[in-house]
């Protein structure tokens, strides 16, 4: 053995004596402490909890993440929806103005939906109305109560548009001529002597009642002039239609009610005629399409703003009148509106057509009367009659309008 390999070994053996005791020493005073504090006293450590795990983020706040994180990309989005959105709303509106309304026929080609217009016959409003069903191909029939009104519809030379004569004067008379009208539904007809047969189908009933009347006050007009209003305006509306109403109910036709709502929502002075006949028309529908919904009919109120009537804006050029400001709807868009309640399974219970209906109606129902009568300038009872005609007070369909309003204003 060498030496530096005792001397190794000896330092080794030193080095864990010297351990030993210094674990001995540990040791007794270790014991000596337990033998002088209480057990009870002895301060347990409590193991460190572990950390706690969030919860999953939602939805929300993981698009709401990455919304914040993608700002760029969410705008580029976000337009690209909104502009998508426009073009294809515009569009589709587009479409619907473009695609052809045409009636239904039957396999031989024979027309076989049936229309009643019932109401002012004479009237360009009117008169427009069932010439357009006709050439969409319905058989348009218009109801006469007068040998006058009835040759007026035959001058029209349409082999698909013919009077309806109905004598409301006499009830039983009425009842007799409506009866060859419901047997024209029921049998069968035919286009020509080999074609298969096929029934007429009864679309519609469209009332067109006259609710114009000069311009008075109410301290001038008589009792026999209200009675004779009333009579002509609302009352054979309401005959007419009790008249019809079975047949309207066996063929489940839809109800079609066109008043011009302007100065009925406006209420200006010297229309209380218009506004009463407007009113009672108003609550007569409601309560009529209250009851034939029980039915299963359906009454649409067309509530009409100002329309472009080509004949009457042609008279009114030739009177050397001055064009209105505000451009009024074309006759189309009423024609159309028509069309799509008659042949829609759910229409509309209210539509709006023509400049001003909708607007009209908001501002009648909901504001003030002082604002509205301060708008027309009526507050200070400027004398209209006097220093402007009747006919300018009134739109293409004889109803107020914007122009006059900021005229009088």
């Given at each position: 053995?060498?030496?530096?390999?005792?001397?190794?070994?000896y330092?080794?053996?030193?080095?864990?004596?010297?351990?030993?005791d210094?674990e001995?020493h540990f040791?007794?005073?270790?014991?000596?402490?337990?033998?002088?504090i209480?057990a009870?006293?002895?301060?347990?450590?409590?193991?460190?909890?572990a950390?706690?795990?969030?919860?999953?983020?939602?939805?929300?706040?993981?698009?709401?993440?990455?919304?914040?994180?993608?700002?760029?990309?969410?705008?580029?989005?976000v337009?690209?929806l909104?502009?998508?959105?426009?073009?294809?709303?515009?569009?589709?509106?587009?479409?619907?103005?473009?695609?052809?309304?045409?009636?239904?026929?039957?396999?031989?080609?024979?027309?076989?939906d049936?229309?009643?217009?019932?109401?002012?016959?004479?009237?360009?409003?009117?008169?427009?109305?069932?010439?357009?069903?006709?050439?969409?191909?319905?058989v348009?029939?218009?109801?006469?109560?007068?040998i006058?009104?009835?040759?007026y519809?035959?001058?029209?030379?349409?082999?698909?548009?013919?009077?309806?004569?109905?004598?409301?004067?006499?009830?039983?008379?009425?009842?007799?001529?409506l009866?060859?009208?419901?047997?024209?539904?029921?049998r069968?007809?035919?286009?020509?002597?080999?074609?298969?047969?096929?029934?007429?189908?009864?679309?519609g009933?469209?009332?067109?009642?006259?609710?114009?009347?000069?311009?008075?006050r109410?301290?001038?007009?008589?009792?026999?002039?209200?009675?004779d209003?009333?009579?002509?305006k609302?009352l054979?509306?309401i005959a007419?239609?009790?008249?019809?109403?079975?047949?309207i109910?066996?063929?489940?036709?839809?109800?079609?009610?066109?008043?011009?709502?302007?100065?009925p929502?406006?209420?200006?002075?010297?229309?209380?005629?218009?506004?009463?006949?407007y009113?009672a028309?108003?609550g007569?529908?409601?309560s009529?399409a209250?009851?034939?919904?029980?039915?299963?009919?359906?009454?649409?109120?067309?509530?009409?703003?100002?329309?472009?009537?080509?004949?009457?804006t042609?008279?009114?050029?030739?009177?050397?009148?001055?064009?209105?400001?505000?451009?009024a709807?074309?006759?189309?868009?009423?024609?159309e509106s028509?069309?799509?309640a008659?042949?829609?399974?759910?229409?509309?219970?209210t539509?709006?057509?023509?400049?001003g209906?909708?607007?009209?109606?908001?501002i009648?129902?909901?504001?003030?009367?002082?604002?509205?009568?301060?708008?027309m300038?009526?507050?200070?009872?400027?004398?209209?009659?006097?220093?402007?005609?009747?006919?300018?007070?009134?739109s293409?369909?004889?109803?107020?309008t914007?122009?006059?309003?900021?005229?009088e204003?």
């Open positions: 053995m060498t030496d530096a390999q005792h001397l190794f070994d330092a080794r053996k030193q080095f864990n004596e010297i351990a030993d210094v001995r040791e007794l005073v270790a014991g000596q402490l337990r033998e002088w209480p009870d006293k002895i301060v347990r450590m409590n193991p460190r909890p950390a706690q795990r969030l919860p999953p983020p939602t939805t929300y706040q993981a698009v709401q993440r990455w919304v914040s994180t993608h700002r760029a990309l969410t705008i580029g989005a337009c690209f909104v502009t998508g959105s426009i073009g294809t709303l515009v569009h589709i509106k587009s479409q619907q103005h473009k695609r052809k309304r045409r009636a239904r026929k039957s396999a031989s080609g024979a027309r076989t049936v229309v009643v217009v019932a109401g002012a016959v004479a009237n360009p409003l009117t008169s427009a109305l069932y010439l357009d069903l006709e050439r969409r191909g319905f348009v029939y218009v109801v006469a109560n007068t006058e009104e009835e040759h519809v035959r001058t029209q030379s349409r082999a698909d548009l013919l009077p309806l004569h109905l004598d409301l004067v006499n009830p039983f008379t009425a009842q007799e001529q009866g060859l009208f419901q047997q024209l539904l029921a069968e007809h035919r286009a020509f002597q080999e074609a298969e047969p096929h029934h007429l189908n009864f679309v009933f469209i009332i067109v009642p006259d609710t114009q009347s000069t311009l008075a109410i301290e001038d007009i008589s009792s026999e002039e209200w009675s209003y009333l009579n002509a609302v054979n509306t007419t239609t009790q008249l019809f109403l079975p047949s109910t066996e063929h489940k036709a839809k109800i079609i009610l066109l008043t011009p709502s302007v100065t929502s406006l209420k200006p002075p010297m229309h209380a005629v218009e506004s009463t006949v009113g028309l108003e007569f529908t409601s009529l209250a009851e034939m919904r029980q039915e299963g009919v359906t009454v649409s109120h067309f509530k009409l703003g100002n329309i472009d009537v080509p004949s009457v042609a008279k009114q050029r030739r009177e050397g009148q001055s064009a209105p400001q505000l451009k709807t074309p006759l189309r868009r009423l024609h028509v069309f799509d008659l042949v829609s399974k759910r229409p509309r219970r539509w709006h057509v023509g400049r209906s909708l607007a009209y109606d908001i009648g129902n909901w504001m003030p009367a002082g604002i509205v009568g301060w708008m300038g009526t507050s200070r009872r400027p004398n209209v009659v006097e220093e402007v005609k009747e006919e300018d007070l009134r293409s369909q004889e109803s107020l914007w122009e006059k309003v900021e005229q204003t």
